[in-house]
């Protein structure tokens, strides 16, 4: 089953956070998060594995709560090079070998 | 080069055609992905090659052919595309452990832009 993103899209005036929330219908084992910029791959941001853990990039951090099946991207003090398409894609258990499945994304626009 | 290369970046063809993609990873990498992001649709996984064995195929139509002769290439052979399959065509590779757990992180090509008319 495909995660659930949102919002489809936002909106930042450079320097404003952002929250990105990605969900699943079933227990996942891991997160992991891309952005996507128009017309380039996607490049990888994280991994989050079941337990709960944060993790960080940048100012760029993600959160995954298990109780929940969802996890959370924050965009915090917003810069330019962060406009993009961002995607999170799960895993349901270590041995689902090609099960990986990406949401629809979420655009993100920053102006300054 | 270094990281995920895809050749070509650009293909038309034409239904009756037969063409083929190419991923070449410099990584050192033991699995292998192809992947197809259409116009305002999630990416979708196609083929998984772990340790050049096809590991998973999620159903996806026989005019797409994956070929993986060695855990550094990877092949899209395509024939009698419809236009609906005009796409980025993405490549990826990661380093796979069982014994380290499954996740790891998929490194992306740049794709191969296909449109077929």
């Known amino acids: 089953q495909q995660p659930v993103q949102s919002p489809q899209a936002v909106i930042l005036r450079e320097g404003e956070d952002a929250v990105i929330n990605c969900s699943s219908s079933?227990?996942?084992?891991?997160v992991h998060w891309y952005r996507q910029k128009h017309g380039e791959a996607p490049v990888f941001l994280m991994i989050l594995l079941k337990g709960g853990e944060q993790k960080g990039h940048e100012k760029i951090s993600a959160s995954f709560n298990e109780k929940k099946q969802q996890s959370s991207l924050y965009l915090t003090a917003s810069q330019l090079s962060y406009s993009g398409t961002y995607f999170c894609g799960t895993e349901l258990s270590t041995d689902s070998w090609g099960k990986f499945q990406f949401g629809a994304g979420t655009q993100v626009v920053v102006t300054p | 080069e270094t990281g995920v290369t895809q050749t070509p970046r650009h293909l038309v063809m034409g239904m009756t055609n037969k063409k083929s993609l190419k991923c070449e990873q410099h990584?050192?990498?033991?699995?292998m992905y192809w992947y197809k992001q259409s116009a305002k649709k999630p990416l979708e996984l196609m083929f998984v090659y772990s340790l050049e064995e096809r590991v998973e195929n999620n159903s996806v139509p026989s005019r797409f052919s994956p070929e993986c002769p060695n855990s550094s290439h990877l092949f899209l052979h395509l024939h009698t595309l419809q236009p609906e399959d005009s796409a980025l065509y993405l490549c990826?590779?990661?380093?796979?452990?069982?014994?380290?757990?499954?996740?790891?992180?998929?490194?992306f090509g740049p794709g191969t832009r296909l449109t077929v008319l």
């Open positions: 079933k227990a996942l084992y891991s």
């Open positions: 990584l050192g990498h033991n699995a």
């Open positions: 990826a590779s990661s380093q796979d452990s069982q014994a380290a757990g499954r996740s790891d992180t998929q490194y």
